[in-house]
């Protein structure tokens, strides 16, 4: 269903309905697959390119995700799914999280 513009507010009962499951799918698609592929290789580019300062894991999770301007997401959750990344797939575990350090794994 492809909705028209009306020019009136959409009534409490089609937020309920239609806009709030919209945006509570998108918000969780984002968290489950988009955001931890993003912070996890923005994490380990930084690491891998030497270019990651003094910091701690809550400060450089929170740049990361804040170049995207998204606020409202179950940070623990996007962060368990970053840690688990950042080892399958970058091959760094976390071995300190303040200050933030990192053990290279050897596969």
């Known amino acids: 269903m492809i909705r028209h513009e009306t020019g009136k507010d959409i009534t409490d009962e089609e937020f309920i309905k239609v806009l709030k499951p919209f945006v509570d799918n998108y918000d969780e698609y984002l968290e489950t697959y988009i ?8 994490v380990a580019n930084a ?4 270019a990651m300062y003094e910091t701690t894991w809550i400060q ?4 990361a995700r804040d170049i995207l301007n998204i606020t409202k997401i179950d940070n623990e959750k ?20 303040d200050p933030l350090d990192f053990k290279k794994i050897e596969y």
């Open 60 to 63: 450089e999770f929170n740049s």
């Open 78 to 97: 996007v962060s368990d799914e970053v840690k688990k990344l950042l080892r399958i797939k970058y091959a760094l575990e976390i071995i300190s999280d």
């Open 35 to 42: 955001l931890p592929e993003i912070i996890s290789y923005y």
């Open 47 to 50: 690491y891998y390119r030497h």
